[in-house]
């Protein structure tokens, strides 16, 4: 299965914020979208992505104010990314060895999507399932 399978029964939404905005506004977005993780793009780059995990670490944990701060001071700029035409081996690799749980989606320059570690298991899932069913068929005849 690949990247842009997954993407084309997800949904290609991509919600971000600019390196400027506050962490709390940034929190807003997500809470309000349901995400764990937003991008952090300005014109067309990708500069980094903010998590929960970097707002509970740098900001709860280093008793700063999220009114105060901006996303560009705690966002993790190394971004790794993956093209739509990867496959979920490649984003279950990258996932685990890098110990993230967010991947951008880039064909080109261009963001065109991300993909969670909740996208991925779901794929596997369905994966498995079809696998299941198509062995139960051949087993049946």
Do not use: W
């Amino acid at each position: 299965m690949t990247v842009n399978q997954i993407l084309s029964t997800k949904g290609r939404d991509v919600f971000s914020v600019l390196p400027t905005t506050t962490v709390y506004e940034a929190l807003k977005v997500m809470g309000e979208k349901n995400i764990g993780a937003i991008l952090v793009i300005e014109g067309t780059d990708l500069k980094g992505i903010l998590s929960e995990r970097d707002y509970a670490r740098k900001i709860v944990l280093k008793d700063k104010s999220s009114k105060e701060t901006l996303v560009s001071e705690i966002m993790e700029s190394n971004v790794f990314t993956i093209k739509s035409t990867d496959n979920i081996d490649t984003c279950m690799e990258i996932m685990s060895t890098k110990r993230i749980r967010h991947l951008p989606v880039k064909d080109e320059e261009t963001v065109v999507g991300i993909i969670s570690i909740s996208d991925v298991v779901k794929a596997i899932i369905e994966i498995q399932k079809d696998t299941i069913n198509h062995l139960n068929s051949y087993i049946s005849q």
